[in-house]
C-alpha cells in the first residue's frame, strides 16, 4: 500500500495537465470520473425535457409545446436517459471500481478506453442537437418504429448516427472490461471469489456485445429504407415493418438488463456493508445474474403483443417472461436475508439500497402484471407501462447508481460527503418519486396512452399529481449535485475503509484511491 | 363525488388494497367475456403480488427494525443455505403455474376470432379511422369532434368544456350488442393502435397487413378508446368511439346510414364505383 502512494506522486512529471490531461488521459479512474460527470449532465438534460413533458401534462389542452414537440421530447427524454445517463454511470463505476476491486493497476485497453469515453460527446452533441435542425429531433418515439422514423427529417439521421456512435462505444467498453475482468484479476481471485459488481459487470458486457450490433444492424436498415431505396421495412417492396420490432427488441429486451444487473451488483455491495454481514447465496445471485441474462434473449415478444402474433407466439413469450420473476425473486430474498440478524445502520448509501429493493420489487410486480399477455393487451402503451418502466429504471438504475456514488465517494475524493444532505437528498428523491409515478399505474389502469401531448379531464387528477411529483423529483437532484461538489472540495477525512463493514480490495488502498493503485498485484485471500 | 375518489386514489397509493376498491384506479368495467376475463387476470394477479408484497416485505421491515446495530445487533455469520435457497426458487415457479394456466386460456380465446357475426374492416390512417362494414356495405370515417379552440395552442390557450373532450368523434363505430364482431385491422402509412379497454381489444395496424380481433358487447352502451401507438403529431387525437345497439336500432342505423351514403354518392356516382374497398 505504501509503495503504490509513493509512486503517486513520480508519474505526474509526464502526464499534460489542465484540459489536456482529460484528452489525453489513459487512467482508469479519470475515465471513470468523466464518465460520471458526463451522465450526471446527461441525467440533467433529460430531466429538463421530463419537466417540459410533465408541464405540459399539468392540464388538459395544449399550453407549453405544440404536439410534434411534446413527441421529441419524450423521444429523446429516453434516449438521453439509457444511453446518456444511466449506461455512461455504469461504465463509469466500471472503469473506477473494476480495476480497484480484482488488484488491477488499470483498464487492459487503456487507450482504447479513453476513445469509448471521447466519443460519448459527440454522440450526445448529435442527438440533443437534432432540435435545432429543420424540422426539430425525431419524434417517433425511442423505438424508432418505421414507417413513422422514416417520415421524419434530417434529425432522424442524426439520432441513428448518434446511437450509432454510442454502440461502438459500448462494445469498446464491453471489450475492455471483459478482458480487464478475465486477465487482471489478482492472484488467488478466482471467477467464483470475484466482487459481486465484478461479476455483475462481466455478463453485461457480454450482453452488450451480443446486442448492440444488432441495434446496430436494426438502425443501420432503417438509414437505407430512408435514402438508398431499400425497402426492409415497407410492405409495397415486400418488407415489414414488424420486423423492426422484433430486431429492435432482441437488441431492446436484453438493453433493459444491461441497465439493472450492474444496479444488482452495486446492491449487492452496499447491503452486506451497511448490515455488516457478508452477502447471502453467493453462488445463486451469480447463477440468478446468469439466468436473467440467458432468458433476456427470448422474451422480447413481450413488447409486441399487440402486433398480432400467433398464439404460440403470444404463449411462449408470456411463460419465457414469467420465468424471469423466478431468479429476480431469488435475488431480492438473498438481499434480504443479506440484512437478516445483520447489524443494520442507515447510511445514504444503505437508504438508497432498502429504497432500492422495495421500489424495484413494485416495478417487478407490475412487469409480472404486464407479462401476462391478456392484461398486457389491455395496458399496453398506457401510463401504466410509464410506470412499470420508471420503478425499475429510476428506483431500479438509479437509486442503484446514486447508492452507489454516495458509496464510494468517499474513496474517490478521500472526503467523506455531508450525510445529513445525503439522507435529505434521499428521503426527498423517494418521496417525490413515488409521487411522480404511483398515480400514473391509475392513468395507465384506467386507459391512458403514452406519448399524448393532451388528455381527456377525467385523467387530469392524477396528471396533476404526478407533475407536482417530478417537478419536486427534478429539483430534489440539484442537492444531491452540491453534495458531491461539498464533498470533492472537503469534508471529513475518509479512511483507507471508509465504511466498517466494507469488504473487497478497494478499501485497501488510501483514499482518495491513489492516481495509480496495484502497480504490483495484490494477493486475495 | 370526484374528489372524493381521488383522495381514494392517493391513499391506495399507501396501501395497495384500496387500489381494488375505486373505479379510477382500476381497469374500466369491463363490457365483453373476453375484457371481463382480463379484468379477473388482472385482480388475480393483483392479490399474489399483495401476499408476497405482505410476506417478503414485512420479512424485510422487521429485519430492518429488529437488527439494527443502535438496538444492539451483533450480526450473524451464516451466508448460505442450499434447503432455504431451493425453496424460493421452487415456490415462485409455483406462482407462476397458477398464473399461467387461466392466461393461457385467455390468450386462446382472445385469438379465436372465427366464425364471426359481422366483419368490420378498420384502416387507419394519419390521423382519422375509416371502417367498411364487409356484410353491410357501409363504409364510415371517423374523426376527433373536439372544436380545436378547445385544444388550444401554446400561444392561445383553449378552455376543456367538452364532457367527452378528446374521446368524441365525427361517425361512432355502431355495432349490434350481444354478436361476436370480427375487427380486420390495417394501416395506411405508419402504424397506429384500435384500443378501447372496455371491449378488451388492443391491436396495432401495421400498413401492408391485416391483423384480426374480435369482440362482443354484452350490454348496449358507448365505448370510448384511443389510438394506442404513437402515429406522429396528432396521435393524441385519434380516438375511437364504439356505440353499441340492440339489433333493432342497429337496423335502423344501418337504414339510415345507407340513405345517407346513397344521398352523399349520387352527385359522383363514378367515384364511389371506383372505390375497390368495400363490395
Known amino acids: ?525 | 363525488m370526484k374528489k372524493l375518489r381521488v383522495l381514494a386514489g392517493a391513499l391506495a397509493s399507501a396501501v395497495p388494497a384500496l387500489a381494488l376498491a375505486g373505479y379510477d384506479v382500476n381497469i374500466p368495467a369491463p363490457k365483453t367475456p373476453i375484457s371481463l376475463q382480463i379484468y379477473g387476470l388482472h385482480m388475480e394477479i393483483m392479490y399474489v403480488c399483495l401476499a408476497i408484497f405482505v410476506v417478503v416485505f414485512g420479512v424485510m421491515f422487521y429485519s430492518l427494525f429488529a437488527h439494527r446495530k443502535s438496538r444492539g445487533a451483533v450480526a450473524a455469520h451464516f451466508h448460505e443455505n442450499t434447503t432455504v435457497e431451493v425453496i424460493w426458487t421452487l415456490i415462485p415457479f409455483l406462482i407462476l403455474a397458477v398464473i399461467a394456466f387461466p392466461a393461457t386460456k385467455t390468450v386462446l380465446a382472445m385469438k379465436d376470432a372465427s366464425n364471426p357475426d359481422m366483419t368490420i374492416k378498420v384502416t387507419a390512417y394519419q390521423w382519422k379511422w375509416q371502417y367498411d362494414y364487409l356484410n353491410d356495405g357501409l363504409k364510415l370515417y371517423a374523426t376527433l369532434s373536439t372544436p380545436r379552440e378547445q385544444i388550444g395552442a401554446p400561444d392561445a390557450h383553449g378552455k376543456v368544456t367538452n364532457e367527452h373532450y378528446l374521446l368524441e368523434t365525427d361517425n361512432n363505430v355502431v355495432v349490434p350488442v350481444g354478436k361476436k364482431i370480427r375487427l380486420l385491422i390495417t394501416a395506411n402509412d405508419v402504424i397506429h393502435g384500435w384500443y378501447v379497454p372496455q371491449l378488451g381489444v388492443n391491436q396495432y395496424g401495421i400498413p401492408g397487413f391485416i391483423k384480426d380481433a374480435w369482440f362482443q358487447a354484452n350490454e348496449p352502451g358507448v365505448y370510448r378508446g384511443q389510438c394506442s401507438q404513437i402515429c406522429g403529431k396528432e396521435h393524441g387525437y385519434m380516438p375511437i368511439v364504439v356505440e353499441a345497439k340492440s339489433a333493432e336500432d342497429y337496423a335502423a342505423w344501418v337504414k339510415e346510414q345507407k340513405a345517407k351514403q346513397a344521398a352523399d354518392a349520387a352527385p359522383a356516382e363514378k367515384v364511389s364505383l371506383a372505390d375497390p374497398v368495400v363490395r
Open chain 1, 1 to 525: 500500500m505504501e509503495a503504490s502512494h509513493a509512486h503517486a506522486h513520480d508519474d505526474h512529471h509526464h502526464a499534460p495537465t489542465g484540459l489536456a490531461r482529460y484528452f489525453t488521459t489513459t487512467n482508469h479512474k479519470d475515465i471513470g470520473s468523466m464518465y460520471m460527470w458526463f451522465s450526471l449532465i446527461m441525467f440533467f438534460v433529460g430531466g429538463f425535457m421530463a419537466l417540459v413533458i410533465r408541464a405540459e401534462l399539468f392540464q388538459p389542452g395544449i399550453q407549453i409545446v405544440n404536439p410534434d414537440v411534446f413527441n421529441q421530447l419524450t423521444t429523446i427524454h429516453a434516449l438521453v436517459m439509457i444511453f446518456g445517463a444511466v449506461m455512461p454511470a455504469f461504465v463509469g463505476f466500471a472503469n473506477w471500481q473494476i480495476p480497484l476491486m480484482v488488484g488491477a493497476s488499470d483498464m487492459a485497453f487503456a487507450r482504447m478506453n479513453n476513445w469509448s469515453f471521447w466519443l460519448m460527446p459527440p454522440a450526445a452533441t448529435l442527438l440533443v442537437g437534432s432540435f435545432l435542425v429543420p424540422g426539430g429531433a425525431a419524434g417517433s418515439g425511442w423505438t424508432l418504429y418505421p414507417p413513422l422514423s422514416i417520415q421524419g427529417g434530417i434529425s432522424v439521421d442524426m439520432t441513428i448516427l448518434a446511437v450509432h456512435i454510442m454502440g461502438a462505444s459500448s462494445i469498446m467498453g464491453s471489450i475492455n472490461i471483459i478482458t480487464t475482468i478475465l486477465n487482471m484479476r489478482a492472484p488467488g481471485m478466482t471467477l467464483m471469489r470475484m466482487p459481486m459488481f465484478v461479476w455483475t459487470w462481466l455478463i453485461t458486457a457480454y450482453l452488450l456485445i451480443a446486442v448492440m450490433p444488432v441495434l446496430a444492424g436494426a438502425v443501420t436498415m432503417l438509414l437505407t429504407d430512408r435514402h438508398f431505396g431499400t425497402h426492409f421495412f415497407n410492405a409495397a417492396g415486400g418488407g415489414d415493418p414488424t420486423m423492426f420490432m422484433h430486431i429492435f427488441w432482441f437488441f431492446g429486451h436484453p438493453e433493459v438488463y444491461i441497465m439493472i444487473l450492474p444496479a444488482f451488483g452495486i446492491i449487492s455491495h452496499i447491503i452486506p456493508t451497511f448490515a455488516r454481514k457478508q452477502l447471502f447465496g453467493y453462488s445463486s445471485m451469480v447463477y440468478a445474474t446468469a439466468s436473467i441474462a440467458l432468458l433476456s434473449f427470448i422474451v422480447w415478444g413481450h413488447h409486441m403483443f399487440t402486433v398480432g402474433m400467433p398464439a404460440a407466439g403470444n404463449l411462449f413469450f408470456m411463460y419465457a417472461t414469467m420465468l424471469i420473476a423466478v431468479p429476480t425473486g431469488v435475488k431480492v430474498f438473498n438481499w434480504i436475508a443479506t440484512m437478516w440478524r445483520g447489524s443494520i445502520t442507515f447510511e445514504t448509501p444503505m437508504l438508497f439500497a432498502v429504497g432500492f429493493v422495495s421500489l424495484f420489487t413494485i416495478g417487478g410486480f407490475s412487469g409480472l402484471v404486464l407479462a401476462v399477455t391478456p392484461v398486457d393487451i389491455t395496458l399496453h402503451n398506457t401510463y401504466y407501462v410509464v410506470a412499470h418502466f420508471h420503478y425499475v429504471l429510476f428506483s431500479g438504475a438509479i437509486f442503484s447508481i446514486m447508492g452507489g456514488a454516495y458509496y464510494w465517494l468517499p474513496k474517490w475524493t478521500g472526503h467523506m460527503y455531508d450525510e445529513t444532505l445525503g439522507k435529505l437528498h434521499f428521503w426527498l428523491t423517494a418521496i417525490s418519486f413515488n409521487i411522480t409515478f404511483f398515480p400514473q399505474h391509475f392513468l395507465g389502469l384506467a386507459g391512458m396512452p403514452r406519448r399524448i401531448p393532451d388528455y381527456a379531464p377525467q385523467f387530469t387528477e392524477f396528471n396533476q399529481i404526478s407533475s407536482i411529483g417530478a417537478f419536486l423529483l427534478g429539483f430534489s437532484q440539484l442537492l444531491f449535485l452540491y453534495v458531491v461538489i461539498k464533498c470533492i472540495r472537503g469534508g471529513a477525512k475518509a479512511e483507507a475503509k471508509a465504511w466498517e463493514g466494507a469488504e473487497g480490495l478497494e478499501w485497501t488502498v488510501p483514499s482518495p484511491a491513489p492516481y495509480h493503485t496495484f502497480e504490483t498485484p495484490p494477493q486475495f485471500h
